[in-house]
Nanobody, 117 residues
Framework: QVQLVESGGGLVQPGGSLTLSCVASGSISSIYTMAWYRQISGKQRELVAGFGYDGGSNYKDFAKGRFTISRDNDKNTMYLQMNSLKPDDTAVYYC???????????WGQGTQVTVSS
């Protein structure tokens, strides 16, 4: 079993920055890939950025140039550095892991990011 816990959300002004963290625990070796998703109120959950099976990163267009995904394998932690935040980035951000053996998705509880003046 894999557990994911996000942190780092909060209220930030437009143009500001936040760094989200996701700590993975449990059967870490069973994780295939990891990613960040977000869900804007009233909309479907969408991919923000993620790591491919080859370890490379990929970003949705709205995140390119503003967000950076990274990880620290020693700490079992994935990060999402978000710069130049806009009110449209207001959402609950979720950490996601895909399990190798089953391709099941595991989700964290989410962390709220609010961009407002």
């Amino acid at each position: 079993q894999v557990q994911l816990v996000e942190s780092g959300g909060g209220l930030v002004q437009p143009g500001g920055s936040l760094t989200l963290s996701c700590v993975a625990s449990g059967s870490i070796s069973s994780i295939y890939t990891m990613a960040w998703y977000r869900q804007i109120s009233g909309k479907q959950r969408e991919l923000v950025a993620g790591f491919g099976y080859d370890g490379g990163s990929n970003y949705k267009d709205f995140a390119k140039g503003r967000f950076t995904i990274s990880r620290d394998n020693d700490k079992n932690t994935m990060y999402l550095q978000m710069n130049s935040l806009k009110p449209d980035d207001t959402a609950v951000y979720y950490c996601n892991a895909v399990i190798k053996s089953s391709y099941d998705h595991v989700w964290g509880q989410g962390t709220q990011v609010t961009v407002s003046s």
